[in-house]
């Protein structure tokens, strides 16, 4: 149903996959949407795609004081913040023997300290407001661990703490981890070793497409402020993992 979400909702991200395609369905609730990523291009081609209840930034989620400027300007656009979905996120896979040390820093900065400069930058709006929505974007390496997955699996299970803590610190402030199995994204473009590059195609061979991770995130939005959809996880119906 169309037309039933009267939030303002911010999504890192949001240039390709996941982020993108949760804008494109939240587009068609009434929501008004801050997009934001890297990528300006593909951004603005996306808000201009979808209409003036769509605006966008380009925004580093590293680096807390961007993080800041970017709900900011949500602000400035549309007078408040209601949810903030924290999407982005890097998956350079490797074994740990490979000692690829920069992919895991970019990891951990993107996939822990990204979040975490969202949460810094909404929460004190949300606690003094008594309302307010964090949906992290996790992943089932939260609930597990494999080879080559690793760093990446840590900085999820890192998420899925965080996540929990905020939902224990604040009964004031919704919490929702989703946690998608594999998803056809660009996630893991990165990944420097042929051999697990290879592997990746593989698993994708059995995989959801980004608007069933969307349509998650809306279910958590929808329900009433009093109902709080603290996990869901998304797999492929056919997924070994």
Same mark, same amino acid.
């Given at each position: 149903?169309?037309?039933?979400i009267?939030?303002?909702?911010?999504?890192t991200?949001?240039?390709?996959?996941?982020?993108?395609a949760?804008a494109?369905e939240?587009?068609?609730?009434?929501?008004?949407?801050f997009?934001g990523? *890297?990528r300006?291009?593909?951004?603005?081609?996306?808000?201009e795609?979808?209409g003036?209840t769509?605006?966008?930034? !380009?925004?580093?989620?590293?680096?807390?004081?961007?993080?800041?400027?970017?709900?900011?300007?949500a602000?400035?656009?549309?007078g408040?913040v209601d949810?903030?979905?924290?999407?982005?996120?890097?998956m350079p896979l490797?074994l740990?023997?490979? @000692?690829k *040390?920069?992919?895991?820093? *970019?990891?951990?900065d993107?996939?822990?300290?990204?979040?975490?400069n969202?949460?810094?930058? #909404?929460?004190?709006?949300?606690?003094a407001?008594?309302s307010?929505?964090?949906?992290?974007?996790?992943?089932?390496a939260?609930?597990m661990?494999? &080879?080559?997955a690793?760093?990446?699996?840590? +900085?999820?299970?890192a998420v *899925?703490a965080? +996540?929990e803590?905020?939902?224990?610190e604040?009964? !004031? #402030?919704?919490?929702t @981890?989703?946690? &998608?199995g594999? #998803?056809?994204t660009? @996630?893991?473009?990165?990944i420097?070793?042929?051999?697990?590059?290879?592997?990746?195609?593989?698993?994708?061979?059995k995989?959801? +497409?980004?608007?069933?991770?969307?349509r998650a995130?809306?279910?958590?939005?929808?329900q &009433?402020?009093?109902v709080?959809?603290?996990?869901?996880?998304?797999?492929?119906t056919a997924a070994?993992m």
């Open positions: 149903m169309a037309g039933n009267d939030k303002v909702v911010l999504i991200g949001a240039s390709s996959g996941i982020g993108e949760t494109r939240l587009a068609e609730t009434g929501a008004r949407l997009i990523a *890297r300006g291009e593909r951004l603005k081609a996306l808000a795609e979808l003036e769509v605006a966008w930034r !380009e925004v580093d989620v590293t680096d807390g004081t961007d993080f800041d400027a970017f709900v900011e300007a602000e400035s656009r549309f408040r949810v903030l979905v924290n999407n982005a996120g890097v490797s740990l023997a490979s @000692l *040390r920069d992919e895991w820093k *970019r990891m951990v993107v996939n822990i300290h990204g979040v975490l969202g949460i810094a930058a #909404v929460l004190p709006r949300f606690v407001r008594r307010g929505h964090v949906i992290n974007v996790a992943s089932v939260a609930h661990v494999m &080879p080559t690793a760093v990446y699996c840590a +900085t999820k299970h *899925r965080i +996540t803590g905020l939902r224990q604040h009964d !004031e #402030v919704r919490s @981890l989703i946690s &998608p594999v #998803v056809a660009e @996630l893991g473009h990165d420097t070793d042929p051999e697990v590059a290879a592997a990746l195609t593989g698993w994708r061979k995989s959801l +497409t980004p608007d069933a991770i969307a995130v809306r279910y958590a939005i929808e &009433p402020e009093g709080d959809i603290n996990e869901v996880i998304v797999r492929p070994d």
